[in-house]
């Protein structure tokens, strides 16, 4: 960002990277210690773990339109660190839940607090750096969940049985407190799109239009972009939930540590993926056709999956998480290139489009269980690829995009 010096620029960069990851890890930690939680809470049946599972999918689903909201109103920096102030507190608390309800609503406001970190952080990242060299650390930072997501699947699993499931969650929960802090002290107060004037200014929006006199919610690209990947999105959380077990049965007979290595490849090669894609984007202007290209052809592959050697489902697990890892920044990416995108309008941008890709996606992984529960692991790796690829139709309607920013 203009009259920010490189060096805080690259330290702020390197507070939010960490916030992303951790912030990932605060997602995923809870999963490993559902036994021990229900043993806590007097055995709560495991028909309820889903609940805990989805509060914080919900929460984080319902703060991304407002996150943007705010953001507009009050800065980036501002509302990004409050919301990892908030996921912070929130994931510390629920090791203290006396009971299973105050455990689900302590979840779902960990995840309001990512709801409200994510789009205005990303965009904070994108205003550190001047267009044309924004792709490869938009990339990085969304490629830090990938990271996060792994570490908290797998040090969970690890200490659960040592320190208590409480001791983990408070380990997410202290680690971005102690991030929210460095990042009030380092990111410099004046990074990132500032509290827009208009928002001071220009009276309140007339009841009839509301909400949707604002540019990026009446953006046909910004609702495009989101529902062209809701397919993506649930395979994206499928792939890996699904894999472990498919590979454990009678298909292909796998012992747990395999299944679990080559089921984390379906994931962890994202983190490399979202750079590359970020600046392909950004320096090239054919993005519907990059985005189609490395959505499509490697959702082809995992038609190959049921026939290929435990080398060849490897590769296909690496290729896929590589490239949704691409698509993924490169949409992160395009937000202000769209017609009538401006700075202040990016996190909103960004917000409704994840919106979109969250509900969407949660949807297609309801679908794909129902599949694997009625028609077995036969059909799921086809029903994956139908909805990966169908709803990309609707990149049709996202504007060709030039290599200048929009402007209002």
Avoid at 182 to 191: E, F
Avoid at 360 to 372: D, I, K, L, P
Wanted: aromatic share 10%.
């Amino acid at each position: 960002m203009a009259g920010l010096p490189r060096s805080a620029v690259s330290r702020s960069m390197v507070v939010l990277v960490a916030l992303r990851v951790v912030y990932a890890y605060n997602w995923f930690d809870i999963g490993p210690g559902l036994p021990l939680i229900a043993s806590t809470y007097h055995g709560v049946p495991a028909s309820q773990w889903g609940f805990l599972l989805a509060a914080f999918f919900a929460g984080a689903a319902m703060l991304q339109v407002p996150a943007g909201l705010l953001a507009r109103r009050h800065g980036t920096r501002t509302i990004s660190l409050v919301g990892a102030g908030l996921l912070g507190g929130s994931a510390l608390l629920c090791a203290l839940a006396p009971d299973f309800p105050v455990l689900l609503v302590l979840r779902f406001a960990s995840g309001a607090g990512a709801g409200l970190f994510f789009s205005p952080a990303i965009a904070l990242v994108a205003t550190l750096y001047p267009p044309g060299e924004r792709g490869i650390p938009v990339g990085a930072f969304s490629s830090a969940f990938a990271a996060g997501a792994g570490l908290g699947t797998f040090v969970p699993a690890l200490v659960d049985p040592i320190i208590g499931w409480q001791a983990s969650l408070a380990i997410g929960g202290g680690a971005m407190l102690v991030l929210f802090a460095l990042g009030g002290l380092v990111i410099p107060r004046g990074a990132g799109a500032p509290a827009t004037s208009k928002a001071k200014v220009s009276p309140s929006p007339s009841p009839r239009k509301g909400l949707l006199s604002l540019p990026a919610l009446r953006s046909r690209g910004v609702w495009a972009i989101g529902f062209a990947f809701v397919g993506l999105e649930g395979a994206s959380l499928s792939t890996s939930q699904f894999f472990v077990p498919y590979a454990e049965g009678p298909a292909l007979g796998w012992g747990p540590v395999l299944a679990g290595a080559v089921g984390a490849l379906f994931v962890t090669p994202s983190v490399f993926g979202g750079p590359l894609g970020g600046r392909l984007v950004e320096k090239f202007t054919n993005r519907r056709t990059q985005l189609f290209i490395f959505t499509a052809l490697p959702a082809l592959l995992l038609l190959l999956v049921p026939r290929s050697s435990v080398v060849g489902i490897a590769s296909i697990a690496t290729l896929f998480a590589f490239t949704f890892g691409m698509v993924y920044a490169m949409m992160y990416v395009i937000p202000p290139y769209l017609p009538g995108i401006d700075q202040e309008d990016t996190p909103l941008a960004i917000g409704l489009l994840n919106a979109v890709q969250l509900a969407g996606g949660a949807t297609v992984s309801a679908v794909v269980g129902w599949v694997v529960a009625t028609f077995g692991f036969a059909d799921l790796w086809t029903s994956m690829v139908l909805f990966i690829l169908v709803p990309l139709a609707f990149l049709l309607l996202v504007p060709v995009t030039g290599r200048s920013l929009s402007r209002p």
